[in-house]
């Protein structure tokens, strides 16, 4: 497969291993709304912010959406748009690694970006994510006309790049579906007496593969023939049923089934109708009194993209936050969500406009989803490194946040649970323990910390093989073979990731 190549990129590619691995602080006074929300808004690095949600949310992100800064060579207030080629890519590979790992494997990640990197934004995309788990592009009309702004043409629209983690069959079993438009439910114009909602399609239709011939007697006694996806049984009992009619036009009889309308619709790939541009800059100036933000994405439009492929409880990122609208969708939709977003304005912007949801703010999509408010969201800050300079431990670091970076070191997994004892967890069979931080309620420097038979006495039990991180052990090695222990000690056998 061809990949991608630019200035840097060998530097680009081993960037993740050198993103420290840093905690996340709440910061009690910007959060708001329920306490027990799990909606994060974090400000802070995005690269490392990424990084610091590995071992609690791999695997675990339905949806992505990213509105990356698209390298116009102008300046924008709050992003450097400004970037050469090869920065550009090399910011954008890392944080697609790092997104990528976070997505679950039925997920689906959606890149905006116009036509300036598109291109290469795609190869390097099949290159992280692999050719066959491209979906396609979306391209979606930004603006409804007008504007001479090109030196060949009057580019309106942006395209949205769009990959799946596992384009798989079985992980994917069915068509995605979005609500229907007016447009779309005039078509169905009858109904049956459930309420179902049908039009009447012929049957006999040209360029059908493997089509069936068949002979039919119609009501008059003239008899025609006609090709077919249905057997000859089928149409007939279908006739008897009501499935299936008979109509005489300009004199022809004609055959005709009823199609039903399905659950949902199927989305077509030019995205006309969810919003502009301006349509944004409305909603902006209806939330915040100006226009802070260049080039803000309407809510309808995340609202199509996230209705697409999450269902309400899913878990919806955006890592370039912008103005906040993904997260304020999400909130509306009943999905979870993770926003990331470096600059000042995840204070003075994101934090507002979340809290002006969380109270039930009807701008946007609140009417068509009849938003009422409630919930809540937390806002966190990018804390300590886990790991010093040289690697090592750094000692104010919380035993929660260790047994989360083991566990996820060991297993490639996150931690279901904010661990309260020294167990982990156990899988495959095999129990994971983390002697640390005076867990085992032992509060000196080094108590509980160290293997002993003692210690070992007062573990929660497990009937199988163990691996045991701690300061020290007073085990032979005879002992822990006996045990079936593997025993870890930290510092030294934790990795960063």
């Known amino acids: 497969m061809p990949i991608l190549d630019w200035l840097n990129k060998n530097e680009a590619v081993r960037t993740v291993a050198k993103v420290p691995y840093r905690l996340l602080e709440p910061v009690a006074d910007l959060s708001y709304g329920d306490p027990a929300s799990e909606n994060m808004l974090i400000q802070g690095d995005n690269l490392e912010a990424l990084k610091s949600l590995i071992p609690l949310y791999a695997g675990r992100v339905k949806c992505i959406y990213i509105d990356p800064?698209?390298?116009t060579k102008s300046a924008f207030e709050h992003y450097d748009d400004n970037l050469e080629h090869s920065k550009w890519l090399s910011l954008m590979y890392p944080r697609l690694e790092l997104l990528r790992e976070l997505l679950s494997e039925d997920g689906v990640i959606f890149v905006n970006l116009d036509e300036n990197e598109h291109s290469y934004q795609?190869?390097?995309?099949?290159?992280?994510?692999?050719?066959?788990?491209?979906?396609?592009?979306?391209i979606w009309k930004k603006r409804k006309g007008g504007g001479n702004d090109s030196r060949f043409f009057a580019l309106d629209h942006d395209y949205i790049i769009v990959f799946t983690k596992n384009a798989n069959k079985e992980i994917h079993p069915a068509k995605w579906r979005v609500s229907q438009t007016e447009e779309y439910l005039k078509r169905y114009k009858e109904k049956d007496e459930d309420g179902r909602r049908y039009y009447w399609d012929t049957l006999a239709r040209d360029g059908l593969q493997n089509p069936i011939l068949i002979e039919l007697d119609c009501p008059d006694g003239d008899k025609i023939t006609i090709n077919s996806q249905k057997s000859l049984s089928t149409v007939l009992d279908g006739s008897k049923n009501g499935e299936v009619r008979f109509k005489k036009i300009k004199g022809k009889w004609a055959v005709h089934h009823k199609?039903?309308?399905p659950a949902g619709q199927v989305l077509r790939s030019v995205l006309d109708g969810v919003g502009t541009n301006k349509t944004a800059n409305d909603e902006q100036e209806l939330l915040f009194g100006d226009n802070p933000f260049d080039y803000p994405k309407p809510e309808n439009l995340l609202q199509t993209i996230i209705e697409l492929v999450t269902k309400p409880g899913d878990l919806v990122l955006d890592s370039f936050l912008g103005s906040g609208t993904t997260c304020a969708v999400a909130h509306k939709m009943g999905r979870r969500y993770i926003g990331i977003e470096m600059g000042e304005?995840?204070?003075?912007?994101c934090a507002p406009r979340l809290k002006k949801v969380v109270d039930g703010e009807q701008g946007g999509i609140s009417e068509a989803v009849n938003w009422?408010?409630?919930?809540?969201?937390r806002f966190y800050r990018l804390g300590e490194t886990v790991f010093d300079e040289?690697?090592?431990?750094n000692p104010s670091i919380g035993f929660g946040a260790l047994a989360a970076h083991i566990w996820f070191m060991e297993t490639r997994t996150p931690l279901e649970k904010k661990p309260d004892s020294p167990l982990l967890g156990v899988l495959r069979g095999t129990a994971y323990y983390l002697l640390y931080n005076g867990i085992l309620g032992d509060r000196r420097p080094k108590g509980g910390n160290v293997l002993t038979g003692a210690v070992l006495e007062s573990l929660p039990p497990h009937n199988g093989p163990k691996i045991i991180?701690?300061?020290?052990?007073?085990?032979?090695?005879?002992?822990l073979e006996a045990e079936g222990i593997t025993f870890k000690q930290t510092p030294y056998d934790v990795r960063a990731l």
């Open 390 to 393: 040289n690697g090592n431990i």
């Open 69 to 71: 800064p698209y390298n």
């Open 372 to 377: 009422q408010g409630g919930g809540g969201f």
């Open 469 to 479: 991180y701690g300061e020290a052990t007073r085990f032979g090695q005879a002992r």
């Open 259 to 261: 199609v039903y309308m």
């Open 345 to 349: 304005h995840a204070v003075t912007h």
């Open 122 to 138: 795609k190869v390097m995309m099949d290159e992280i994510f692999g050719r066959k788990n491209y979906l396609g592009d979306l």
